[in-house]
Each structure stands twice: as C-alpha cells, then as structure tokens.
C-alpha cells in the first residue's frame, strides 16, 4: 500500500505492507533510526514518537494508519547540523542518559510535556515519563534535565519550542 | 602506583559526558542501525518443551516460503563450529546456538530460519514443523542437586556443575566457641538486569579477504577470539567493530551463541546476516538470566552480637547450559565477609543446571546476592540479640585503621572507613528524626521500616575466579590497553579497544588523558579501532574500566609526557631534570624563557629527525597494557585468592511504609552514603548509583523470572516482567565520601555496580523492620505484594487468634 | 515480533465498516489499536482482514442527551481514552470516568486507546469496563445493518470474552446521570502504578439533605473473571452512612461464594480480601466527596 507521511514537516511517499509498524517504517524506509524497538508490544516506551505534538507508542501503529499526522521523531528536533535543542542541551548538562537508547523517546516525551506545561511539578515530570522506561540512569538525571530545560525555557524571550503544526 | 594527594584539574570536576551529545539527537550507533547492503533476517525457531528430544525438522513448508533463503538446525551447525566454551570444566555439558538432539529449556533455539525480511523470517519459523519427545525435566535446584532427579545432560551424569567447599581459618572451633549461633534460609530469585535494547549482531563474511566482520551489542571479554574458535577461523580472520553503541549491557549482552549463529549462517550463505532478538526472544531464549540462589547460613556470635564465624552454602540454578554464570558464585569470594570482621568462613559454592533458561553474567557477577544474604545474616543476629541493627554492624565492621585488611579467603581489601560514611549517612538523615518519622507511620496504622545496608563493591576485575573455579584453567590476566598518538598537526587521539553501554568511558579516558597532559579533555579525540587494530581489552566487566582503562590511559598519556620532555630537554640542550612539562610545553626551570611549545615539540617528534634525541623513535604514539593492581597470582590450593584490587562501599538508610491490608509497600525516603575513592567524572558516578539502585529495586520488589509447573516462563514480556519506572524509583539522596585506592593511578575504585549492590538487601532491611512487629520475616527477593499481603494477614489473625 | 500479513482498509462510515466486517470471515476492528496490535505482535491475534475504524467521525463523540431524571452521556466507541479523560462534559455529569480514565495505561496509550477498544478487549482489570459496570451503562452496536444494545453486566461474559458478535462493532457507551449530590470514589492496587490492577473497586454516591445514602453505586474489578456490581450490598446500605463496618461485612459477604481469580501476581485469597479493603475505601471517599459537594447543581 502507498501512504504519505509527514515525518519532521517533510513529506514521504512510502510503499508498505500494512504490517509494517510505523517504527519500522521511520527506521527502515525513512533511515531515521532515532526511535528504538525496546519491546514492540507496547511497554518501554523507546519507540515514542510525536503525532500532531502527542507522544505515542510508534511501535503499537501501522504505518497505513499514520497519514495525514505531523510526525515528530527526535532527528526532528534540533536546530540544525551540530547544533543541540534547549531540551538536547539540557539532558548533556545533568547527564540524562547513559546508554542513549531511551533517550529520543525521552527527549521527545519532554518537549511534549514542556510545550503544554511551561512549570511542571516534579510529579508532573515523573508522570510524563512514567511510560518511559530505562534500565540506565534509575531516572533522576532524566526528570533534573526536563526541570532544567523548564527552567531555562522559562528565562527566554521568546516563544520556547517551534509549535509542531498539522499539515 | 597512586597519585600524590592534591586537587586534580579535570578529574572529579563535573564534566560533561561527551558521549551524550551524539545520543539526544538519535545518533547513536547501535547493532539494529548497522545497514550492509544485501542483510537478511534471522528468526529463531524455539521448543516449547522444558526438555525433549528432537526427533525430526521438518523445513519444507519453510523453505517453499517467497523470500526464505535458507532454514538452519542444530546438527548442521554442530558439524561445522566448536562448542561454545565454558569456564568450568564440564566436557560434558556442551553448549551450542541450536539444540542438538535434545533441547533442554522452554525457549531454547532449534532452528534459525534466514529471510529476506525479518516479518518473512517469522512467518517461516511458524511453518518449520518439529516432532518433539517430550523428556522429564527438573526446575527447582535443590531437586535438581538431590539424586535421582531427571538429568539435564545424561552424559554429565548428574545435574551438578560445581560443588567445591572452602573453609578458611579455624571455621568448627569457632562455632563451638561461640556463645550463640543461628541458622536460616535466605532466597535471590531470578531476575535480571534486561536492557531495553535486546542483543542484537549482523555479521558478515568476505571470502576474497577471509574476513568476518561483526557488529554486535557486545559487553563480553574474549568475544573475537571465541567467535574465531567457535566458527573454526583463525582469530586474524574476525574482525569486531568496537564503534557500536550498546543499549545497556549491566552484564548479560553476551551474546556468543548469537554470534556465532550468525557468523556461521554469513559464511555458508554469501551475504550478511542479522539477527536482532525480539523480546520474546530475549526473554526465553537469548540466555541473559541472572542468579537463582539458594542460601543456607549459620552464623556464630557472642553476646554483643560480634561475629567470629560464618557457614555458607550458596547453590545457584545456572539452567540448562552453562557459560559464564557459575563463575558467579566464585567472585563472592572476593568479599565474602562483607565489610566485616568475620575470622572464619566455610563457603559451599553449588552450581547446578536445570531445564530453565541458561543465565549470563549479571551486574556485580554474584556479589548482589551474596550482599543480601550477609546483611540478612547481621539482621538475624542483631534480632537475636535483641540489639539495635546499626549498632550491631558498627561492632562488626572493619575499622579505618584496620586497613589494608586480610579477609579469610586471602583478599586484602585495600581502604575503607565504613564508619565515617555511616556517620556522614546518618547525620544528613537526621536519623533520629527518621526513626521518629517510623514511627508516626505506624501511630497512623501503617507498617513501617528502616532499611539498613553496608556492602562492598569488589571493583577491577582480574580473571583468577576462573582457576578458582576451574583449576585446569590457569588464567592470571586480565589486561586492558589504551594507545595515544600525536598526529603531525599536534592533535592528539587516544584509543580504546572494546565497545560501551553508556559508562562513558570516552569521557574517562579524555579526562585522564587530559589531567596528565594538562590540556583540556575536550580537545582530546577519543575513537574505538576495530577488534584487530586493538590492543587487548577484557571489555567493561568487573566494575573495572575506571581502575583499568583509566590506569592504561594514564600511563600511556605519562610516557608521551616523558617523551616530550626528553625531546625538550635535548633540544635546549638542558639536562633532564631543569625540564618542566606545563601545560603542554616545556620550559627550563632555571631560565622559563627558554621553552619549546607543544606544536615545536610534536613537529621535532614528527619531522626533525636531527633534533631527537639518540635512539629516539620518530613520531608520537605510546602504548600500554595494564595488567590487574594486585594480580598475576593464582588461588592456593584451599581457595585464598585476590580476585579484585579495590573495594568501595555502600551504606544504605531507607524508610519504607506498607499498608497493612493491601501488603503494598512505598518507599518514603532512600539515602546512600557511596564511596568509590577518587571520582573521575561525578555525573558518571551518581548515574551509575541511581540506576544501580533502581535494578535493586526492580530485583527486590518486582522483577521475576517466574516458571509454573509445566516448565513455562510465565514471565515472558514486558507485560508480567515488571521493570521499575520513573513512579517506582524514588528521589535518593547521595552521600559522598571517598577513601582513595592506593592501587590505582587517581585512587578511584570502580562504581559500575554501586547501588546494585546494596539497594536489595536496604529494602528487605526495611520491609523486615516494619513486619517483625507481627512475628514475620521475608526471606526470599522479590517480595510480591500480594504475598506479603498474605503474610501479613495471616499473622494478625493469629495474633487476634491468641488474645 | 512482526505481525501476520492482513490487509488493511479504512472505511470513512459505519455502514461501509460494517458491510466489510459482514463481507469477511476473519476481521478485525482497530480503533486505537494500543491491546490489539500487541496481540498480533505476538501472533495472538492474527486477523486476514483489519478495518480501521479510528477516523470514523460518527464514533467519537460525547454528548450529553435527555432531560432531568433521564438524561444520560453518550460517548463514540472511537472516543480516545485521552479525550475522556479531559472533556468537560465527563468531568461534570461523569466524575466516576473521569476519576477513573488516568489509570488506564499511561498518557501515550490513552493518546490512541479508545473506549470502545478497552470494553471490546475486556480484560477482567479494565478500568473503564468497572466504570461502565457500576453504573450501569449500556453498550450499543452495529452489526450489519441491524443495531443492538445491552446493558454492561451482560457485555462481560468472562475474561477477555463479551457477547460482541465477531462481524459486530460496538459504536456507543450510554451512561446514566445521577442527580446531585455525588461523589466518587476509586482505589486499585497494583504492582506499578498504571499495571493490570490486581483488584480495584469503583463507587458512586448520592447523598440525600440529611447525609443518608440516597442511591449507590459499587463495583469490584480485577478479582472476578467479569466485572462485578454489587447490587444487593448497594441495596443494604442505601438510606444509611454506609459506615465502614456494615460496608465490610456486606461486602465481605457478597464475595463469600463468588468465583474469584488466581494468577502468578495474586491468590484467590489475596483478592477476595483486598477487593473488601479497596470497596471500603472506594465508598468511603465517595460519601466523603458528596458531602462536599452542593446540594443542587
């Protein structure tokens, strides 16, 4: 089947069988491989991508079903080449991660959260990630970079995160 | 050799991980990332029967699949790889990828199908159709250690792999003088570390080169040379990639059998092969269980509660196959006192095999469980006595002024002053304040405890549990290599020789590199030569790449100092000793006018051949190889050895409350007093801990590898294996300390398994606490809700009972 | 952990959803997808033929219907689990969905889930499956061109099991409005916060001027094979406190000899006591909620 997807405002013009996971299409079809298998039923969370701004499981949708979302992966989050996000930046400076493999999905996770949320609480943070899981970092680097990021989101003049928009 | 105590410039400063600049944007290189042109898919076909035989593979409904390539079994790869090695010396127990003849765990892989997509490959196994005899089958160790139960390899002629007893010191006569003594059972059940990312390899062969080349998700010291051996090849003829990231290892990625599955099926079939585990996989077949062992304690004490000796028998359920694991119960040995002064120990070391999936080496390799049980032990006799629990450990524990100190099983441990970390552990937590906050949960009705742990952490790893373990294999070394050169541009590149789940050791070797070259860290590139450009490597085992790969970076990065002030000194025509090395150039003391820059230097070294000094090689590139500090001896013939050179410690403080009626325990506040020596990099360090403590936690209170009856995992996705998330890991404060190392080139000790090590045995500590009030103990990890609500509920109707 | 191939269509109506669902002899709907599609990852569930329903804009939506005494919300099968969980209308005439919905799953499941996919799934830990038990919400659907509706308690017939035809599609959830002055109350016990519940209890409470229990409401989940209302305990203690001896005996008493569940998480034992403790409490923070609250709204 053909489906277009817009994946980080570009659009892609995809041939799939209709049980290709969107996990596997953004990874296999579309080379962006930022977003992990960790278990494809559902649980830990590393396969997280952004529809229309709204962390979802992208291993627990077809990619047949993706059309017509603005889809967010985390390869669509920095500014440019060399170049870290606030969020990115935040998560080197506590050290949010260890092995990396949770991390898009996290980082991803965080970017949805703070652009509707502006001063999460510290439970507010652990409730966003709550569907995350990482077996490295037992999560406290991780909920200080989102506190960090908020933080420094908070100090800017301007417009804190690029709003993701439907096409 | 150890530094002189001063302020370091870089180390322990709290650094960025450079590492993690290529992971927030999705740039990691992991073993699914790898795309060779032309891969194929492999996916397992598994046995369903905890043991039966094979009697026929039927793969042509497979085959006659569009885009199969090819079906794989047992025999065929039998015949063409050697077995996978073992450590002990179990001839035989053989271990293969695919079940021959018999397979001998639910799970275990008979068949691999090859296809041009891993969804095809899939559909194909469903369609290899195999005629299984269903064989008896045993579960429980103890049942497998009696005789007379079924035999997992009727060719062993038993299901016992190791059954060895040690007794250091004057074990019987210390029992028969001391006034009290006690004996329990204490039980780790099995769960594991279960990285996120599954193992994972795509292997491809070159037959105009002769060449394997292999990308795994690797964490597994001697992984080329036992693929090479497994696959027939000469070990010049595997070349691993060592710049693949790994998902989280914390021990069990050793993925061999996947390996060579692989290696075999790139070789036979002329294109690259990839086998990613999916989690079902991983869960029954990819061999990555960590221990399931059984404790039986006596334990002898006097009045205060000082113990003068201790009688252990450790067996451990390893499965059905053995490779590494049963080493697990040997590493112990390196601390099986604890931190305490125990003068006699007898230790039975069991290791059994079972028809359950085959174990893997497990973060801290033994030392979790053992942790456990000895803290139990210091309960029980605390309890006994009717004594305070801290107290009781303080009159134990080893003094600061004791070190270095001779534990019975003939390890020295190197420094320590455990009671300075309690004190500091203590006063953050205002512990009387925490007793009193103990006990207003309970003025509420609740349950509620204080959970106590003091254990080490044996860091630096030297291969002598296996001759330990194994006599026949006299093994001694277990090096590890950093290479540094200076290119003629004057930037200078530093080598390592293994691959990384996370603990960022580039960030380390920029670090040492930097502190003893004094130029900034981030200037110095760090990169991961292939398997046969490496020097050797045991791979980031044995919480010991600070020690070891710090240690070789070090001294790599001193000669290059040497070198350059030998360069300078001839050059200026100075003697040696006028010469300062600052900063990267060096000056004469007595004249600091007189200096030659780094760039003059390395253009000399490089280009002016007729100013280096005589016999002077040209360029810039040192080496070395670091053998373990205290190593290179093996065990007595009673057991004595020195495994490990270096030894942290934990103290752990926990308050934990439990509703009553639901058994549901919720830890209020978590506190670790951590010392690790000198800290390299703090971000490191702290990550280590809290993700140690969170696989503590996931080990004590929800993560189990649970079989029924019929020999099933019943745990066998992420559905019912429950991994801790961000709700059930609580906010834990750190305390630091550090007592340096005098083993080691900074006086760190390795962190890589802190938190682990102690965090289980805090939480039934505090569990403990909060239910003996109601005559109960749990003995055994994890502790399921629903079970201690029955527990619970059972006591107090006995106690209503009998009023 | 690739699905089985299946072909896949996107019907823009119900009727064309149901005319493809009569058509094939081995389909299967998908709303949200977040329990199906680990099925057919696991090659549980393994359809020939899935019908995506989740775009269909006559199956999400939620509307208040009727007047006073009998009026009532109705909510699109298609709803997501998320737009429940913030509606407004759910929140005012509904405080037990709302109260409930942040349990199920985490935020990226209910960003896709479904209601209709939760009660179609039926997992005898469900959430919204108590919530539409306890109160008594009736299920409609469409088989062909013909529709149905029954009542929650007849849905579930046993785990993972309803009387939904295989060729039908749940399209609605009716559930009834209670008058002023309610409270809610929900307490569940699991391993982590967001597992399968090992038992839960729901319930609602309406509170006459002089504080007595005007109407209850009470639901056990997670401890039998179907979600279960307790009517007769409900009946015994309407026009008192419902104090919490009378609940637990009353409660106690209606599990005596009902089938409870068993499985490596829980005893039969454990759930049979804990579904008391947890009805206890349910009801308790639901007379406690409703004396909060006004007497009219």
Redesign the interface.
């Known amino acids: 089947?053909r489906v277009e997807l817009t994946v980080n405002g570009a659009i892609h013009a995809v041939d799939v069988?209709?049980?290709?996971?969107l996990l596997?299409c953004l990874?296999d079809k579309l080379?962006?491989?930022?977003?992990?298998?960790?278990?494809?039923?559902?649980?830990?969370?590393?396969c997280?991508v952004l529809?229309d701004g709204?962390?979802?499981?992208s291993?627990?949708?077809?990619a047949?079903?993706a059309d017509?979302y603005a889809i967010t992966?985390?390869?669509g989050?920095?500014p440019g080449p060399g170049e870290?996000s606030l969020i990115?930046?935040a998560?080197?400076?506590?050290?949010?991660?260890?092995?990396?493999?949770?991390?898009?999905a996290m980082?991803l996770?965080a970017h949805a959260l703070l652009a509707g949320n502006p001063t999460p609480t510290?439970a507010e943070i652990?409730?966003?990630?709550?569907?995350?899981?990482?077996?490295?970092?037992?999560?406290?680097?991780?909920?200080e970079a989102i506190a960090l990021a908020a933080e420094r989101m908070r100090g800017l003049n301007q417009p804190a995160i690029a709003p993701v928009s439907r096409p | 050799m150890s530094a002189p105590s001063r302020k370091f410039r870089f180390v322990s400063t709290d650094r960025r991980v450079r590492e993690d600049r290529r992971f927030v944007v999705g740039k990691g290189r992991f073993a699914a990332d790898i795309a060779l042109a032309a891969t194929k898919h492999v996916a397992l076909v598994t046995c369903d029967h905890p043991a039966a035989r094979i009697l026929r593979i039927d793969k042509t409904e497979a085959l006659a699949l569009t885009g199969v390539h090819y079906v794989l079994d047992g025999r065929e790869l039998a015949g063409a790889t050697s077995p996978l090695l073992a450590g002990l010396d179990t001839p035989n127990v053989p271990r293969r990828p695919l079940a021959v003849d018999v397979a001998r765990y639910s799970g275990e892989w008979v068949a691999a199908v090859v296809a041009d997509t891993r969804a095809i490959a899939e559909d194909a196994a469903e369609l290899v159709h195999v005629d299984y005899e269903p064989l008896p089958f045993v579960l429980d160790g103890e049942e497998a250690y009696a005789p007379g139960s079924p035999l997992v390899h009727e060719a062993h002629g038993s299901n016992v792999l190791l059954d060895r007893t040690f007794v250091w010191g004057e074990v019987e006569r210390d029992f028969a003088a001391s006034p009290h003594r006690l004996a329990f059972k204490v039980k780790w059940g099995r769960s594991s570390t279960v990285p996120v990312e599954t193992f994972g390899v795509v292997a491809s062969w070159d037959p105009w080169r002769e060449m394997l080349d292999v990308y795994a998700s690797i964490q597994m010291p001697r992984f080329p040379d036992q693929v090479a051996l497994a696959l027939k090849l000469p070990g010049s003829a595997v070349r691993v990639h060592n710049d693949v990231d790994v998902g989280g290892s914390y021990g069990v990625k050793r993925g061999i059998k996947h390996t060579v599955l692989a290696g075999h099926l790139a070789r036979r079939l002329g294109f690259p092969v990839r086998l990613i585990e999916d989690r079902l996989e991983n869960m029954r077949g990819g061999d990555a269980h960590g221990p399931e062992r059984n404790f039986d304690i006596e334990v002898a004490f006097d009045d205060l509660g000082v113990i003068r000796s201790m009688k252990m028998r450790a067996l451990d359920n390893v499965g059905a196959y053995a490779g590494r694991s049963p080493f697990q119960l040997g590493k112990p040995v390196s601390a099986i006192v604890g931190p305490y002064c125990i003068k006699s120990v007898q230790y039975q070391a069991i290791a059994v095999v079972s028809n359950k999936t085959t174990q893997e080496a497990v973060r801290a390799f033994g030392q979790g469980p053992t942790n456990y049980a000895i803290e139990r032990t210091l309960e029980e006799v605390a309890w006994h006595r009717g004594l305070d629990r801290l107290e009781v450990r303080r009159r134990n524990l080893i003094r600061a002024e004791q070190f270095p100190y001779l534990i019975p099983s003939g390890t020295t441990y190197d420094s320590g002053d455990y009671h300075a970390v309690i004190d500091k552990v203590l006063a953050r937590a205002d512990y009387s304040a925490l007793v009193a906050e103990r006990d207003r949960l309970r003025g509420q009705g609740l349950l509620a405890g204080i959970g106590i742990a003091a254990c080490l952490e044996p860091s630096g790893a030297n291969s002598t549990f296996e001759p330990l373990l194994n006599p026949k294999n006299e093994t001694t070394t277990y090096s590890e290599g950093c290479r540094i050169t200076v290119d003629v541009s004057g930037a200078v590149t530093a080598n390592i020789h293994t691959v990384s789940a996370g603990q960022g050791h580039e960030t380390l070797v920029g670090t040492v590199v930097g502190e003893v070259l004094e130029i900034d860290p981030d200037r110095i590139r760090v990169v991961r030569p292939d398997s046969l450009s490496s020097l050797p490597s045991q791979s980031p085992v044995g919480s010991r790449m600070a020690i070891m790969l710090g240690g070789a970076a070090f001294h790599a990065a001193q000669k290059l100092k040497a070198r350059l002030i030998a360069i300078a000194a001839h050059d200026l025509k100075i003697p040696p000793e006028r010469a300062v090395y600052e900063n990267g150039d060096v000056f004469d003391r007595s004249a600091p006018q007189t200096r030659r820059s780094w760039i003059e230097l390395v253009t000399i070294a490089h280009r002016y051949f007729h100013r280096l000094p005589p016999d002077t090689e040209p360029g810039l590139a040192f080496s070395h190889i670091i053998q373990v500090p205290m190593g290179g001896t093996l065990p007595t013939p009673d057991g004595r050895v020195q495994i490990y050179p270096c030894f942290a410690f934990e103290f752990h403080l926990v308050l934990i409350s439990i509703d009553p009626d639901l058994g549901k325990p919720e830890i209020r506040r978590w506190l670790v007093g951590h010392d690790c020596g000198t800290v390299i990099n703090p971000k490191i360090v702290r990550g280590m801990t809290m993700g140690g403590i969170a696989h503590g936690i996931g080990a004590a209170l929800y993560e189990e590898f649970a079989y029924n009856g019929e020999g099933q995992l019943v745990a066998q996705s992420f559905m019912d294996y429950l991994l801790p998330s961000a709700h059930e890991v609580p906010e834990v404060e750190i305390v630091h300390h550090e007592t340096p190392s005098p083993h080691t080139v900074f006086g760190q000790k390795g962190s890589g398994e802190s938190g682990y090590l102690g965090a289980p045995a805090a939480i039934a500590s505090a569990v403990n606490d909060a239910i003996r009030p109601l005559g109960i103990v749990v003995s055994s990890l994890p502790i399921k809700i629903a079970q201690l609500g029955d527990m619970i509920a059972d006591a107090r109707e006995r106690i209503a009972n009998s009023e | 952990m690739k699905p089985a191939a299946f072909d896949y269509a996107r019907p823009s109506s119900l009727d064309e959803a149901c005319a493809l669902l009569a058509q094939s002899e081995d389909a299967r709907i998908i709303a949200g997808g977040q329990t199906l599609v680990p099925l057919m990852a696991m090659r549980l569930a393994r359809p020939k033929h899935l019908i995506d329903i989740a775009r269909i804009g006559d199956l999400a939506f939620i509307r208040k219907e009727g007047e006073a005494q009998g009026s009532v919300v109705m909510i699109g099968a298609a709803t997501r689990q998320c737009v429940v969980e913030r509606d407004p209308t759910v929140r005012a005439e509904l405080p037990l969905l709302a109260k409930v919905t942040p349990f199920v799953g985490h935020a990226p499941t209910r960003a896709r889930g479904t209601i209709g996919g939760s009660l179609a799934n039926a997992d005898p830990a469900a959430e919204i499956a108590l919530v539409a038990v306890t109160l008594g919400a009736t299920l409609h659907w469409r088989e062909g061109t013909s529709t149905a509706e029954v009542p929650a308690a007849d849905f579930f017939i046993g785990p993972m099991t309803t009387i939904l035809p295989p060729t039908a599609c749940l399209t609605a959830v009716r559930f009834p409005i209670w008058e002023a002055r309610i409270g809610v109350g929900f307490h569940e016990v699991n391993a982590r916060k967001s597992d399968f519940a090992f038992a839960s209890a729901a319930a609602q409470v309406a509170l006459d001027e002089n504080g007595l229990c005007r109407r209850i409401a009470l639901g056990i989940g997670a401890v039998t094979p179907v979600p279960l209302r307790l009517d007769a305990v409900a009946r015994s203690l309407v026009g008192t406190r419902a104090e919490e001896g009378d609940v637990r005996d009353a409660v106690r008493a209606a599990l005596a000899d009902v089938e409870i569940l068993t499985d490596l998480h829980a005893s039969t034992a454990y759930r049979r006591r804990v579904a008391v403790t947890l009805a206890v409490r349910a009801l308790a923070d639901a007379r406690a909620a409703a004396q909060r609250e006004p007497h009219a709204r």
Do not use: K, W
């Open positions: 089947m069988e209709p049980r290709l996971s596997d990874r080379l962006l491989t930022g977003a992990h298998a960790g278990c494809e039923h559902g649980v830990c969370g590393a997280t529809i709204t962390p979802v499981r291993c627990l949708m077809f047949v079903q017509g992966t985390i390869e989050l920095s870290l990115q930046d998560f080197c400076e506590t050290h949010g991660m260890q092995c990396g493999y949770c991390t898009p980082i996770t510290r652990v409730e966003a990630i709550s569907g995350n899981i990482c077996r490295c970092t037992g999560y406290a680097q991780i909920v």
